[in-house]
């Protein structure tokens, strides 16, 4: 599965948009992007996921670019509870026996009352 | 449902001692995770299950660990004899990839059990 790099840290002010940047420069035709994020002391939990096209749910938006070497969170509205460590995975879903998640230092986004 | 179910959530014990953590898996999921977590080393993935049949166990330290799943609604990661390295946040997750319309690979965590080996 390709490397993904994302900054450490980030702030960003409550009730603003929070944008989490990823880059996946040698992300393959067949790697989705997922996002989970970890609250302290909290298991990990599932945001969203894309191969391509932008995705949006009610957690979050995802925005991947055209070539696909990078991608961007988006939380519309960022409440302290948003408060977590962001991981950003590249995994190849297309062949079975593929379901490892590989967990980088992802960022750690505080947001700002 | 009320999720993945870890037990204990906390555990304290001495060093050599051997600590068996606990998992019950969301129901009907059939994939079945456990991962470490630590300051110096992250989250790391230790083994996973496929309808109860380990998969790949790469991730396993050494021989220490053991993790077994008697059945669909259980698992064990034991850890004998356990040493002081080994404290950290163990999780266990569960997925069901076909549950869409194709495969989809979210893992729902549990709350982590906290080990402190002494």
């Known amino acids: 599965d390709a490397k993904t790099t994302q900054p450490t840290s980030m702030d960003c002010a409550e009730g603003r948009a929070a944008n989490l940047p990823c880059n996946h420069s040698t992300i393959s035709g067949n790697e989705y992007v997922y996002w989970y994020r970890q609250i302290h002391s909290q298991g990990p939990q599932y945001i969203i996921h894309?191969?391509?096209n932008n995705e949006t749910n009610e957690m979050a938006s995802l925005i991947i670019t055209e070539d696909r070497k990078s991608s961007t969170l988006i939380l519309p509205h960022a409440t302290l509870r948003d408060t977590a460590v962001y991981y950003c995975i590249a995994l190849d879903i297309s062949n079975f026996g593929n379901e490892k998640l590989t967990f980088g230092t992802g960022t750690r986004l505080t947001i700002i009352p | 449902d009320a999720g993945v179910i870890q037990s204990p959530r906390h555990e304290v014990t001495e060093m050599g001692q051997e600590v068996t953590l606990r998992c019950k898996p969301i129901?009907?999921?059939?994939?079945l995770f456990w991962y470490r977590q630590t300051m110096m080393r992250g989250l790391e993935l230790l083994i996973y299950?496929?309808?109860?049949?380990?998969?790949?166990d790469s991730g396993m330290p050494e021989d220490r660990f053991s993790a077994k799943m008697p059945n669909a609604s259980f698992s064990t990661l034991k850890i004998q004899p356990s040493e002081p390295r080994d404290s950290a946040v163990y999780f266990c997750a569960s997925s069901d990839p076909f549950s869409g319309t194709g495969f989809d690979n979210e893992q729902f965590f549990g709350p982590g059990t906290r080990l402190t080996v002494l």
């Open positions: 894309g191969l391509k």
């Open positions: 299950f496929n309808n109860n049949v380990p998969i790949d």
């Open positions: 129901s009907g999921h059939d994939y």
